[in-house]
């Protein structure tokens, strides 16, 4: 049993993509070739957004817009500790300070209410200005947006959504992509639409931004592509990479739905999974459960990989208590949803191939104690 299982899904595809891989060949425009544009266009319509600007990864996706923002020191970037370490890297990166929001228990992403106080604190002590949220979508579901951005006209704050996981997923009839002022994706392996290294976009209606993030991530550059005129990075996007891309997305929506069948066949079974509250869709980048405690899930794990399950611990620290972050000062304790999560959490295999009788045997594995 896979835990993620590309083998099964690169056979539908691999003649096309063989295909389109061979066209770059001919043409040699390996960065940023006419594949990239295509995938930007394509990418922009399914989201229903007027820009799609690619990038070399989901970690340049949420640095590129910070920098356009002009965010550094003195600034505080309010975000969850309950994700992966690259969306408080990059407010660090820049010399901004991550201010850490705990989670929601249900859903595991940034808790409202919290979020208002941490803005009202960190307002109070006027040791640091706030600029903007970075809310995640984590393992596919999108954050609560309208509070969020109602929350962020009322402080004057930016928004990022940080849609690493969750490409594909929606509220309403708006897709992923389309809240906020800006969105990140990321197009890692791994990820519900991934390509075959590392990759990302970035998704937004705001012309300036759009400009300012696509010199950007062509180091600065605008009309002369030697002439810089800002600090910017080598964040583009290859040809191939975006070729992956193109064949992906041609059959995404189906693959999405057979992620919606395997999600709904786990809950038949399991009450302890995130709760998806109604007319919230999630791209189901994983399905994860809550134990009792540590030494249930350390048991579980023992027990799965006995029958040979692949399990997988998102996340086993929260970002707050990792020791690159420990001189922000936050202690055990802090941000006691989160670190409860992450060290009760268990990730089980996910992905449009799973069968029924795999998940049958997840399920008689976590019952027989």
Same mark, same amino acid.
């Given at each position: 049993?896979?835990?993620?299982?590309? #083998? *099964?899904?690169?056979?539908?595809? @691999?003649?096309?993509?063989?295909?389109?891989?061979? #066209?770059?060949? +001919?043409?040699?425009?390996?960065?940023?070739? &006419?594949?990239?544009?295509?995938?930007?266009?394509?990418?922009?319509?399914?989201?229903? $957004?007027?820009?799609?600007?690619?990038?070399?990864?989901?970690?340049?996706?949420?640095?590129? /817009?910070?920098?356009?923002?002009? $965010?550094?020191?003195?600034?505080?970037?309010?975000?969850?500790?309950?994700?992966?370490?690259?969306?408080?890297? $990059?407010?660090?990166?820049?010399?901004?300070?991550?201010?850490?929001?705990?989670?929601?228990?249900?859903?595991?992403?940034?808790?409202?209410?919290?979020?208002?106080?941490?803005?009202?604190?960190?307002?109070?002590?006027?040791?640091?200005?706030?600029?903007?949220?970075?809310?995640?979508?984590?393992?596919?579901?999108?954050?609560?947006?309208?509070?969020? +951005?109602?929350?962020?006209?009322?402080?004057?704050? #930016?928004?990022?959504? +940080?849609?690493?996981?969750?490409?594909?997923?929606?509220?309403?009839?708006?897709?992923?992509?389309?809240?906020?002022?800006?969105?990140? *994706?990321?197009?890692?392996?791994? #990820? /519900?639409?991934?390509?075959?290294? +590392?990759?990302?976009?970035?998704?937004?209606?705001?012309?300036?931004?759009?400009?300012?993030?696509?010199?950007? @991530?062509?180091?600065?550059?605008?009309?002369?592509?030697?002439?810089?005129?800002?600090?910017?990075?080598?964040?583009?996007?290859?040809?191939?990479?975006?070729?992956?891309?193109?064949?992906?997305?041609?059959?995404?929506?189906?693959?999405?739905?057979?992620?919606?069948?395997?999600?709904?066949?786990? @809950?038949?079974?399991?009450?302890?999974?995130?709760?998806?509250?109604?007319?919230?869709?999630?791209?189901?980048?994983?399905?994860?459960?809550?134990?009792?405690?540590?030494?249930? @899930?350390?048991?579980?794990?023992?027990?799965?990989?006995?029958?040979?399950? /692949?399990?997988?611990?998102?996340?086993?620290? &929260?970002?707050?208590?990792?020791?690159?972050?420990?001189?922000?000062?936050?202690?055990?304790?802090?941000?006691?949803?989160?670190?409860?999560?992450?060290? *009760?959490?268990?990730?089980?295999?996910?992905?449009?191939?799973?069968?029924?009788?795999?998940?049958?045997?997840?399920?008689?594995?976590?019952?027989?104690?």
């Amino acid at each position: 049993m896979e835990f993620l299982d590309l #083998k *099964t899904q690169q056979k539908r595809f @691999r003649k096309p993509l063989e295909k389109r891989i061979n #066209k770059i060949l +001919d043409h040699g425009a390996y960065i940023m070739g &006419p594949e990239v544009f295509e995938l930007e266009q394509k990418l922009a319509d399914y989201c229903g $957004v007027k820009h799609a600007i690619s990038c070399s990864s989901g970690t340049d996706a949420l640095l590129i /817009p910070l920098m356009a923002w002009g $965010v550094g020191p003195g600034d505080a970037v309010f975000t969850t500790p309950f994700t992966y370490v690259a969306t408080a890297e $990059v407010i660090s990166i820049l010399g901004a300070t991550p201010v850490f929001v705990d989670v929601y228990e249900s859903t595991y992403n940034i808790d409202c209410d919290k979020l208002e106080i941490e803005i009202n604190k960190v307002i109070d002590d006027g040791k640091l200005k706030p600029k903007a949220i970075i809310p995640v979508d984590l393992f596919g579901l999108p954050a609560r947006y309208r509070l969020i +951005d109602k929350i962020a006209k009322k402080y004057n704050l #930016k928004v990022i959504e +940080d849609a690493a996981q969750s490409f594909g997923g929606s509220i309403r009839d708006k897709k992923v992509g389309m809240f906020g002022d800006v969105a990140a *994706t990321s197009f890692y392996p791994a #990820k /519900p639409l991934g390509c075959y290294g +590392d990759g990302g976009a970035i998704f937004t209606n705001d012309d300036n931004l759009a400009e300012e993030c696509k010199a950007i @991530r062509i180091h600065g550059t605008k009309k002369d592509k030697y002439n810089s005129e800002m600090i910017g990075l080598n964040g583009r996007l290859d040809s191939i990479q975006a070729a992956v891309l193109l064949e992906k997305l041609s059959f995404f929506d189906e693959e999405l739905e057979m992620r919606i069948e395997v999600d709904k066949y786990y @809950r038949k079974y399991l009450n302890n999974a995130q709760h998806h509250p109604k007319e919230y869709q999630s791209a189901h980048a994983l399905f994860s459960i809550v134990l009792g405690s540590n030494s249930k @899930r350390n048991d579980l794990v023992e027990r799965l990989s006995k029958n040979k399950i /692949p399990s997988v611990v998102y996340y086993k620290f &929260p970002i707050h208590l990792m020791k690159a972050f420990q001189y922000l000062g936050y202690n055990k304790g802090s941000l006691p949803v989160s670190e409860k999560l992450s060290d *009760t959490i268990l990730s089980l295999p996910m992905h449009p191939y799973l069968k029924e009788q795999d998940i049958d045997c997840i399920f008689q594995t976590i019952q027989n104690k």
